[in-house]
């Protein structure tokens, strides 16, 4: 069988002006099918409604109304639109919120959009703002205490936000994008009106004006903790190969409802050098922070091209997100649309994976620097 080359229509990303310019000279890259892909990826396009349905509406919905996966806000909400700027929404595109399903989608971090299409995408979002919104005078007092926070936040916040912040069924406060950029009223004013129609009650009344300032300033202090990383600014490699053990025969994986498959099944099929593609669903921007050794980017918005390149024979194909279904379940839908007949979603997601202490690779390459199948899952 002849070798073959897995790409993205990342060259879509800069916009297509100039989609080879940043190949290597050694990279065997197919120019014309990627200029084909290139000019068919319909993200070129700068249709701020249109780039929201296909890239957001999976998580957040059509109607920003979230929700749909993950725990993933509501982005129609007015009162957000009245406490933000656009700065602070075209940051939340394009870097996301690392540690959290929300990815990176600026091509500066890995992602599929220009800036030009971020902008189009928050005017779009920005629809659903209420300019009658009146903020009022703020309530909260300044200059709280973090010490006295902490204990207001335990009591009162950490069962959706996470004792650490890390998000639950709330999102991550502690989040180094979220606390970089967020306005400094952002938590007082969030305390005073609440975010009507979610779960995140107003708390006037219940919190004291000092108490609001407390738990602001306990909140604001997780700006200083080590290890709390930025999405690096680089991309997935250009061109792969998609087949780990391409001599090994294709496994015979248990499905759960004829469409998941666990984590430790393919694990295990894996470390019996069986023919398999694992394909990461979520946003290009995410892959080279953590992914599967060995696993391809494949986001959800691929298009039909990009997926029939894979093998349609015993390969089987395995696709994962965070979500940990709604990415990859799309993906698979897709596949097995075009005819591919060995696919399944890996059931418990990549955060699992991660939390059991399987193997990992990072940067933009399947197996990391210097990895290879065999140092990932042993011979
Ligand atoms: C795979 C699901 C998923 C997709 C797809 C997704 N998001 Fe998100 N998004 C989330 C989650 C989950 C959060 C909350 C993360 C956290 O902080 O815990 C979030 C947070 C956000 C926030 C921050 C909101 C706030 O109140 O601070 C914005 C803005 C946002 N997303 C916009 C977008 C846009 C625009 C797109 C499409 C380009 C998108 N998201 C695609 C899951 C997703
Ligand atoms: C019952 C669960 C729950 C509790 C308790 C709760 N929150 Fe929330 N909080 C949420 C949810 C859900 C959201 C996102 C709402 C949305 O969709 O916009 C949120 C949003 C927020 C936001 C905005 C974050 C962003 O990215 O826009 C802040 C700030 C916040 N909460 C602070 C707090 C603080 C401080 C407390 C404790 C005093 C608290 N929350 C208690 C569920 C909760």
Known sequence: MG??????????????????????????????????????????????EQLYVEYCAL???????????????????????????DAYLEQAVKMGRPGTPMAPYGSAYGGPLSDAQVRAIVAHMRGWADPSIDLGEPSAATG?????????????????????????TGPSL?????????PADLVTRTLQHGRPGTAMQSFEGVLTPRQQADVASYIESWKHKRGRRLPP?????????????????????P??????????????????????????????????????????????????????????DDTFIVAYCACPHAASGKVVDKLRK????????????????REQGFPGATGPTPFGVKGSAAQAYGP
């Open 59 to 85: 998580c957040h919905g059509e109607q920003g109304q979230g929700y749909l996966a993950d725990n993933a806000p509501m982005l129609s909400n007015p009162w957000l639109h009245a406490m933000v700027d």
């Open 338 to 353: 075009l005819g591919f007949e060995h696919t399944a979603v890996l059931d418990e997601g990549v955060d699992y994976w």
């Open 233 to 253: 600014a680089t991309k997935p490699a250009r061109d792969m190969e998609p087949v780990i053990h391409a001599q090994g025969e294709g496994p015979e994986l």
């Open 174 to 182: 502690a989040n180094p994008v979220f606390l970089r950029t967020m």
């Open 144 to 168: 709280g205490s973090h010490g006295r926070g902490k204990e207001v936040y335990d009591v009162h916040c950490a069962s959706c936000h996470g004792v650490e912040g890390e998000g639950v």
């Open 255 to 312: 499905l759960r409802k004829d469409r998941y498959v666990a984590s430790k099944d393919v694990l295990q099929a894996l470390r019996d050098g069986r023919k398999m593609v694992i394909l990461d669903a979520r946003s290009t921007g995410d892959y080279v922070m953590y992914h599967l050794p060995g696993a391809v980017p494949a986001p959800y918005y691929s298009s039909d091209e990009e997926l029939l390149r894979l093998p349609k």
């Open 3 to 48: 070798r073959w080359m897995w790409m993205l229509g990342l060259a879509a990303c800069g916009g297509a002006s100039a989609p080879q310019a940043e190949q290597g000279p050694e990279e065997a890259v197919d120019v014309t099918a990627q200029a084909r892909l290139a000019r068919n990826t319909p993200s070129a396009s700068l249709d701020g």
